[in-house]
Nanobody, 130 residues
Framework: QVQLVESGGGLVQAGGSLRLSCTVS????????MGWFRQAPGKEREFVAA????????PYVDSVKGRFTISRDNAKNALYLQMNSLNPEDTAVYYC???????????????????????WGQGTQVTVSS
């Protein structure tokens, strides 16, 4: 049974930084494309960033490019999201996700669509104050 657990959320001041972590258990993270999504109150779930199995392809939503960095450490079965220059518009619940069932190749571009990911973490709240 593959499980994902996020950590690292919290309350930060605008302009500050936060690092989110997602640990995979019950499986081998290097076998999965993974991603981060977020959902703010009253809004639909939004793609933030994704990373393929090799770590070499990392698409981002335009609003976070240059500020957020997605990375993975397959030896630790972990996924990370480094968030810099945070602003109040980044406030949301952040979820990590894994494509466990899919058959993506090692170097292929990961999906930006939530339906492609079949395993999800519980979410971690990120709140950015003005």
């Amino acid at each position: 049974q593959v499980q994902l657990v996020e950590s690292g959320g919290g309350l930060v001041q605008a302009g500050g930084s936060l690092r989110l972590s997602c640990t995979v258990s019950g499986g081998t993270a290097s076998n999965y494309a993974m991603g981060w999504f977020r959902q703010a109150p009253g809004k639909e779930r939004e793609f933030v960033a994704a990373i393929n199995r090799s770590g070499g392809r990392t698409p981002y939503v335009d609003s976070v490019k240059g500020r957020f960095t997605i990375s993975r450490d397959n030896a630790k079965n972990a996924l990370y999201l480094q968030m810099n220059s945070l602003n109040p518009e980044d406030t949301a619940v952040y979820y990590c996700a894994a494509d466990v069932v899919g058959r993506a190749w090692y170097y292929s571009t990961p999906s930006k669509s939530s339906w492609e990911y079949d395993h999800w973490g519980q979410g971690t709240q990120v709140t950015v104050s003005s």
